[in-house]
């Protein structure tokens, strides 16, 4: 008797093994995103559009990742599934080709309808701030506006995409210092040219001699926010133009030929 239990018991948990590892190694399902998830993400995002069919299924699953980490909270605005899908896809754009990417340091993104001020004020007349990457109490937070987070994925005729460039400031300030320098992703032998591509490319703008953002010569953690930006939107035009700052935004972002667009 004592055997056929011993036996039993075997079975039991052979059984409990095979069904953990098929539980483990089946695919999980799509649950965080909406039903037409594949319409909007073609109409609106030109970066999915261009992924061939494996990549795209692969950016499905980073973003569906995404909302299931982290909160998205409209602040007297609703957090609509477009709304949902854009700020999803403005965090995964950047870290598309780098493995196992985690924004640890963010816990919630919080929507609101309109430009706020530094004390996150949604009214009054010094409202200028389009989106900022949360600090103190907000330390995991992050502040979006509805309107410019669908104005940067509806008008893709610029350089300008405020959810990204939040992100972006995200990825810096993930090695615990927000200076342009992303050095969780940029190996150490490139950190002093890129410094140095920063500065000659700052001080560009403030002379007039640049195309890029004047915003971008405010300091190097924006400039890397704004470079970024353009990077993202007008690559084919950032190359042209700057060619230096282009191929190692490609080193940092790994893009290139890691990338599966249908053009490789």
């Given at each position: 008797m004592?055997?056929?239990?011993?036996?039993?018991?075997?079975?039991?948990?052979i059984?409990l093994?095979?069904?953990?590892?098929?539980?483990?190694?089946?695919?999980?399902?799509l649950?965080q995103?909406?039903?037409?998830?594949?319409?909007?993400?073609?109409?609106?995002?030109?970066?999915?559009?261009e992924?061939?069919?494996?990549?795209?299924?692969?950016?499905?699953?980073?973003?569906?990742?995404?909302?299931?980490?982290?909160?998205?909270?409209?602040?007297?605005a609703?957090a609509?599934?477009?709304?949902?899908?854009?700020?999803?896809?403005?965090?995964?754009?950047?870290?598309?080709?780098?493995?196992?990417?985690?924004?640890?340091?963010l816990?919630?993104?919080?929507?609101?309808?309109?430009?706020?001020?530094?004390?996150?004020d949604?009214?009054g007349?010094?409202r200028?701030?389009?989106?900022?990457?949360?600090?103190?109490?907000?330390?995991?937070?992050?502040?979006l506006?509805?309107?410019?987070?669908?104005?940067?994925?509806?008008?893709?005729n610029?350089?300008?995409?405020?959810?990204?460039?939040?992100f972006?400031?995200?990825?810096d300030?993930?090695?615990g210092?927000?200076?342009?320098?992303?050095?969780?992703?940029?190996?150490?032998?490139?950190?002093?040219?890129?410094?140095?591509?920063?500065?000659?490319?700052?001080?560009?703008?403030?002379?007039g001699?640049?195309?890029?953002?004047?915003?971008?010569?405010?300091?190097?953690?924006?400039?890397?926010?704004v470079?970024s930006?353009y990077?993202f939107?007008q690559?084919?035009?950032?190359?042209?133009?700057?060619?230096?700052v282009?191929?190692?935004?490609?080193?940092?972002y790994?893009?290139?030929?890691?990338?599966?667009?249908n053009?490789?």
């Amino acid at each position: 008797m004592v055997l056929v239990l011993q036996i039993l018991l075997v079975l039991f948990l052979i059984i409990l093994i095979v069904l953990i590892a098929f539980r483990i190694r089946r695919p999980k399902p799509l649950h965080q995103l909406p039903d037409n998830y594949k319409e909007l993400l073609n109409d609106y995002v030109t970066f999915y559009r261009e992924l061939n069919e494996s990549g795209k299924e692969h950016f499905e699953q980073r973003i569906d990742q995404f909302l299931s980490a982290v909160k998205i909270t409209g602040v007297n605005a609703e957090a609509e599934d477009l709304d949902r899908i854009f700020i999803a896809a403005a965090a995964i754009i950047p870290v598309y080709t780098i493995q196992d990417w985690q924004y640890i340091n963010l816990h919630e993104v919080l929507l609101y309808p309109g430009a706020f001020n530094e004390e996150f004020d949604q009214h009054g007349a010094d409202r200028n701030i389009a989106g900022m990457v949360g600090t103190g109490a907000l330390q995991y937070a992050m502040v979006l506006t509805k309107w410019q987070v669908r104005q940067g994925f509806i008008n893709n005729n610029d350089t300008h995409k405020t959810a990204i460039h939040e992100f972006v400031h995200l990825i810096d300030k993930m090695d615990g210092t927000m200076d342009g320098v992303p050095e969780i992703i940029l190996e150490r032998k490139y950190i002093d040219q890129w410094k140095q591509l920063m500065y000659t490319s700052m001080q560009q703008i403030k002379n007039g001699q640049s195309d890029i953002d004047r915003y971008g010569s405010t300091n190097t953690a924006e400039f890397f926010a704004v470079i970024s930006e353009y990077f993202f939107m007008q690559p084919g035009q950032l190359q042209s133009n700057h060619p230096d700052v282009f191929h190692m935004l490609q080193r940092i972002y790994r893009t290139g030929k890691n990338i599966q667009h249908n053009t490789l």
